[in-house]
């Protein structure tokens, strides 16, 4: 296609009034898929996978999928080297993923659940190195390394709710390394207000009422 390169080799069968029962390989070379998807914040894509299950609308889809993406690019940046396994039950996913690329290199699973109109994200990763401005993320030359441990909904930053937390980090910021080792932070409801906390071995902050997260200093 005009969008890049799709092969596939899937067996499917379709038995009548049933969802189709499928499996088999996909592989894309150069996939633009944010050009698919509307979403410039994505680029392309090139993987090869297997797939087996059934259905593929949201209502009905229970799919298990095993893949090795070479590249993919977000954000202006190409990470390399991505595994992904797990199962796509309607729109939740519950599996395992990892990367190794020259700028970032972790472990991660959980699930994300797109079946409400507020996605719920429950995941535990391992980074073992991520260079921050290298995958444009940051403007100030930042590396981190760390456990993460993430439990809250969200479909923005304002629109956060749950609990985020960071143990055995290490930051360092230009070179020099930062004194922080840990920041667990929570938002939620309390009486129809709006509080959040943020504690770490080098600080404490709780903010109550109507504001804006991401126009906090």
């Known amino acids: ?18 969802d189709p029962v499928y499996s088999g390989t996909i ?12 979403d410039k914040n994505i ?26 993406i070479r590249y993919a690019e977000y954000n202006n940046y190409r990470y390399e080297n991505i595994v992904v396994k797990g199962q796509l039950n309607k729109k939740l996913f519950e599996g395992i993923a990892s990367i190794r690329d020259a700028n970032a290199e972790l472990d991660l699973n959980g699930t994300i659940d797109f079946n409400s109109s507020t996605p719920r994200f429950d995941l535990v990763a391992d980074v073992a190195k991520a260079d921050l401005k290298k995958l444009q993320l940051t403007k100030d030359s930042i590396t981190f390394k760390g456990k993460l441990n ?36 929570s938002s939620d409801y309390v009486d129809n207000v709006k509080v959040l906390t943020a504690v770490s071995n080098e600080f404490k902050a709780r903010v109550e009422g109507d504001f804006s997260i991401k126009e906090l200093p």
Do not use: C, W, Y
């Open 1 to 18: 296609t005009n969008l890049g390169t799709i092969r596939s080799d899937i067996n499917m069968k379709l038995p009548v009034g049933q």
């Open 27 to 38: 592989a894309t070379d150069n996939f633009r898929l944010g050009q698919f998807l509307g």
């Open 43 to 68: 680029g392309s894509v090139s993987l090869t996978g297997t797939l087996k299950g059934k259905g593929f609308s949201e209502k009905s889809r229970n799919t298990f999928i095993d893949g090795n």
């Open 150 to 185: 993430f439990n809250f909904s969200s479909n923005s930053i304002d629109n956060f709710v749950g609990n985020a937390r960071i143990m055995h980090a290490e930051l360092t910021r230009n070179g020099q390394r930062l004194p922080f080792d840990s920041l667990v932070l």
